[in-house]
Nanobody, 123 residues
Framework: QLQLVESGGGLVQPGGSLRLSCAAS????????IGWFRQAPGKEHEGVSC????????YYRDSMKGRFTISRDNAKNTVYLQMNSLEPEDTGVYYC????????????????WGQGTQVTVSS
């Protein structure tokens, strides 16, 4: 059974850092495009970053460029999202999602989802 589990969220002050993990079981992550999405209260899913199969291409939302880094550890079957210089606007539930083909901007194209991890940026 294909499963994704996120971890690493928490409460952090503005300017701080967190590293989120997305661990997969039941399939090989490197064969899939993995996207990170976030959802703020009352808002829809928003794309944060995506890494394509075999790390062939990486995408970031403009507001995350230079602050967030997505990476993959195939030995651990895990994708990471390193988040630096966090801002209150980054608060939300962060989800990782997988799809068979390339990265897509819309969350609707990802059939496999984790349960999410809460990130709160506040002083």
């Amino acid at each position: 059974q294909l499963q994704l589990v996120e971890s690493g969220g928490g409460l952090v002050q503005p300017g701080g850092s967190l590293r989120l993990s997305c661990a997969a079981s039941g399939f090989t992550l490197d064969n899939y495009a993995i996207g990170w999405f976030r959802q703020a209260p009352g808002k829809e899913h928003e794309g944060v970053s995506c890494i394509m199969r075999s790390d062939s291409r990486i995408y970031y939302r403009d507001s995350m460029k230079g602050r967030f880094t997505i990476s993959r550890d195939n030995a651990k079957n895990t994708v990471y999202l390193q988040m630096n210089s966090l801002e209150p606007e980054d608060t939300g539930v962060y989800y990782c999602a997988a799809r068979d083909y390339g990265c897509m901007r819309s969350s609707a194209f990802y059939p496999y989802w984790g349960q999410g991890t809460q990130v709160t940026v506040s002083s």
